[in-house]
Nanobody, 121 residues
Framework: QVQLVESGGGLVQPGGSLRLSCEVS????????MGWYRQAPGMQRELVAT???????NYGDPVKGRFTISRVNATNAVSMQMNSLKPEDTAVYYC???????????????WGQGTLVTVSS
């Protein structure tokens, strides 16, 4: 029953901004890492940004200085602010979480369904 609920994708002009959100739905024991990966048409899925317990962040080189990932206080969710968007940022963005399952007490990764971000004039 645990799943990731994504929101915030859409169409934006170059230089504009979008904010993506991802929330864990369902009961978990803990969340080790949450973040975003993206996949453009015909391309491999690549790292965008992750945030781990304690707040340590990791960004893919193409988005450094433009994207900021943060934890949403008091919720099992993350928010990613995307500024100065470029056409090459166009992709399906997938939320990812590494968590400890409440039923099995084992660590596992889970993926969202993806949300489309299109940057175009």
């Amino acid at each position: 029953q645990v799943q990731l609920v994504e929101s915030g994708g859409g169409l934006v002009q170059p230089g504009g901004s979008l904010r993506l959100s991802c929330e864990v739905s369902g009961r978990v024991l803990s969340i080790n890492t949450m973040g975003w990966y993206r996949q453009a048409p015909g391309m491999q899925r690549e790292l965008v940004a992750t945030i781990a317990t304690g707040g340590r962040t990791n960004y893919g080189d193409p988005v450094k200085g433009r994207f900021t990932i943060s934890r949403v206080n008091a919720t099992n969710a993350v928010s990613m602010q995307m500024n100065s968007l470029k056409p090459e940022d166009t992709a399906v963005y997938y939320c990812n979480a590494v968590l400890r399952d409440a039923q099995t007490y084992t660590d596992r990764g889970i993926w969202g369904q993806g949300t489309l971000v299109t940057v175009s004039s």
